[in-house]
């Protein structure tokens, strides 16, 4: 019997935890933004030397990339990947050291979100001109980037 009223009281303190996690997430949630960035499409990493990295990625990790000229690309998952581009074609230390790109569902009101909080929108293929609204690409997507107070590179894409 004391058995049974100490396992129903944790399973009842559980539910309760569970519960107020819930609400207080809900409560929490009404701060956020409107819209999320979504999921991680790609990430871009300037690495010192791709050979290098590419044989520890390839043979000590797993992953299995194909060469594109001076850098090499890794789908991690469907539709995510991993790029790796030589440091050497830095121009400066302005240049960001990675670049991630996200698959907004809503770009154009993520845009509007974004840039509404003084956040500066821009062209990352254009050296980094500044936007009025998301681009449309060859391929289909449209997109924009921000720069990070780092100098690193978020782009938010929608994917035809």
Do not use: C
Request: proline letters at 5%; glycine letters at 8%; zero cysteines.
């Amino acid at each position: 019997m004391k058995k049974k009223l100490v396992s129903g009281f944790a399973l009842g303190v559980l539910g309760v935890l569970i519960f107020s996690a819930g609400y207080t997430r809900a409560q929490e949630e009404g701060s956020k933004p409107a819209i999320s960035p979504g999921e991680i499409r790609f990430v871009a990493m300037r690495v010192k030397d791709v050979d290098a990295t590419s044989e520890f990625l390839d043979e000590k990790l797993g992953f299995e990339g194909q060469s594109m000229g001076d850098f090499y690309v890794y789908e991690v998952s469907p539709g995510q990947y991993v790029a790796l581009t030589p440091d050497a074609d830095r121009d400066s230390d302005s240049e960001p050291n990675m670049v991630v790109g996200f698959d907004v569902s809503r770009i154009d009101d993520y845009y509007k979100q974004v840039t509404e909080k003084d956040v500066k929108a821009y062209d990352h293929l254009a050296d980094m001109k500044e936007l009025e609204r998301p681009v449309y690409r060859q391929w289909g997507a449209r997109e924009f980037a921000v720069q990070t107070p780092d100098g690193d590179v978020l782009v938010f894409s929608r994917l035809p």
